[in-house]
């Protein structure tokens, strides 16, 4: 649905609806424009939210400065992790109606987002609140040249006022595990979710405000990119640094906006990822791995492998069982028995997906399964459904092979031998993750420092220590998050020098 025809949706608002408001100051505000949250497993409007407006992005900005410059920027470590915590018992306590609210902004299957999403997005500030009180700062002490002593050491202060503008995919997940570590270093937030999927961000600001922490240190504001929220939030001088997941070239535009005041900038970008399947693997095992990896919250993971290379010895089998799986996927509205495999988020983005299907075919892929929309009874009827698909006989250089889709698809792809595998998968403008399934070890290892990605997985996917970093090479991000990666970025370090 185009930013317009939204509008157009709702000139009538619904007032049954759940209304959406920005929060600033930990108070739900008036005002901004109407617009209508759907939910994509219905194609029904299930929520109106309001589009802020520049004085209401102004406020945001004023009131997280004033919580910096108020108790918040006074407040101890010890007092911020214990508020963290509060926010992660909050999230817990409330558990079910965040489930709610992201199923009913993203048509996900119940137990996707009640294993993946809310347990993570409580768990992100246990892990920030745990990571800041562990995480040592350097110090030295030295002979200094006039025969005396100093001692060198770094104290790190919050960077301010951070922009967190989060995507449409994991919406919980992914804007928690931005602002739980820009909290935990003392920053103020405000929160630009996706306009897909403003509902979990809304209901935070009650549970921050329940938690006790002050006024103005998490503020939400709610609208689209260019020419709205985002980009009067990325593009405001009152903003420090900007933390973004989302598309490439919105990252692009943002750098731009951001480029006057030299913002401090983290991206978690797009990504167009290769899994390598060698005939010694556990062929059952890369089968159901794999099969997750590209069905998983229908293709909508960055991490998603859309190309598969497979070593030829085994191709037809991997082929075999990778089209079984996607058989066994089963459609329909989140909360029907059995459901595993969700819509995608909007008509547009069903529409996007559907032109590669069908470029696929022009650019001489076998079908292998899938490449249409299923048929599907009752409310489903009107959800923004596609099938599981999968391609074999796409040349490597494919535009389907080359683009990120972000759909529940991968292309299939033979090779001859390991030095083909590393220089077909790392050919590719992005470098998000990778994924080699072999029972050689070593030569797990090996491939996977060869990868030019920011994550290699041997024999799994989406599996990681939240310490350890986490980012994109190429066009697929600045900068690395997780752990003291994320502390790194959310705070600064002055360097202190004292003379003895
Ligand atoms: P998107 O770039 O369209 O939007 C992301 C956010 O940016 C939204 O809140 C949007 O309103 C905002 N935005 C858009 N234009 C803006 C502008 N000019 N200024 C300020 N804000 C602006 O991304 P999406 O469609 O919501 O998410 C899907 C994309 O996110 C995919 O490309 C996917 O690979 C990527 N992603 C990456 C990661 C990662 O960790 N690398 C994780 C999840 C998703």
């Known amino acids: 649905m185009t930013e317009a025809a939204i509008h157009e949706a709702v000139s009538d608002p619904a ?80 558990f079910d109606e965040f489930l709610a609210a992201e199923i009913a902004d993203t048509g996900k299957p119940h137990s996707l987002a009640s294993h993946l999403d809310i347990p993570r997005g409580a768990a992100n500030f246990r892990v920030f609140a745990d990571v800041i009180a562990a995480l040592p700062t350097e110090s030295f ?117 951001a480029a006057p005041h030299v913002k401090a900038l983290s991206f978690e970008l797009g990504g167009k990822n290769a899994a390598i399947v060698f005939a010694d693997a556990d062929l059952d095992a890369a089968v159901a791995g794999l099969s997750r990896a590209v069905f998983l919250n229908t293709g909508q993971v960055c991490l998603a492998p859309e190309r598969i290379y497979v070593e030829r010895s085994v191709f037809d089998a991997f082929v075999t069982g990778m089209k079984a799986k996607a058989a066994a996927l089963k459609p329909g509205l989140p909360s029907d028995a059995g459901v595993d495999f969700g819509p995608l988020i909007s008509a547009e983005h069903r529409n996007k997906v559907l032109d590669y299907y069908r470029l696929a075919e022009q650019e001489g892929a076998t079908v292998v399964t899938g490449g249409g929309i299923p048929v599907l009874d009752g409310d489903a009827a009107g959800g923004f459904f596609v099938e599981p698909t999968l391609w074999t006989d796409l040349p490597h250089d494919a535009r389907v092979c080359r683009e990120e889709i972000f759909g529940p698809c991968a292309a299939i792809i033979p090779f001859d031998s390991e030095a083909e595998a590393v220089r077909l998968a790392n050919d590719s403008p992005y470098g998000l993750a990778a994924s080699v399934w072999t029972r050689d070890l070593s030569r797990g290892h090996r491939i996977g420092g060869a990868m030019e990605v920011g994550i290699s997985w041997v024999n799994c996917w989406f599996l990681r220590d939240l310490r350890t970093p986490f980012g994109g090479a190429k066009l697929s991000g600045i900068g690395r998050e997780g752990g003291a990666h994320s502390i790194n970025f959310y705070s600064e370090p002055t360097n202190i020098c004292i003379k003895l």
């Open 15 to 94: 007032p049954a609806l759940r209304q959406l408001r920005n929060f600033v100051g930990n108070r739900f505000i008036e005002g901004g424009k109407p617009f209508a949250v759907v939910d994509p497993a219905t194609g029904r409007q299930h929520a109106t939210a309001y589009e802020a407006d520049a004085a209401i992005v102004d406020s945001a900005v004023a009131a997280a400065r004033a919580a910096l410059d108020g108790p918040w920027g006074s407040m101890t470590l010890a007092k911020r992790r214990a508020l963290l915590m509060k926010v992660a018992d909050g999230i817990e306590a409330r």
């Open 141 to 257: 002490d030295f002979d200094t040249p006039d025969g005396g002593k100093a001692i060198n050491y770094a104290v790190r202060r919050p960077l301010g006022v951070v922009a967190v503008v989060s995507p449409w995919n994991l919406p919980l997940l992914l804007m928690t595990w931005k602002v739980a570590p820009a909290l935990a270093c003392g920053n103020a937030v405000i929160v630009k979710p996706s306009e897909e999927t403003p509902s979990t961000a809304t209901l935070l600001g009650e549970v921050m405000a329940e938690a006790g922490v002050p006024e103005g240190v998490y503020n939400v504001v709610q609208g689209f990119g260019p020419s709205s929220a985002g980009e009067m939030l990325v593009s405001h001088p009152g903003v420090r640094a900007i933390t973004f997941t989302g598309e490439t070239r919105t990252g692009s535009a943002i750098m731009r906006s």
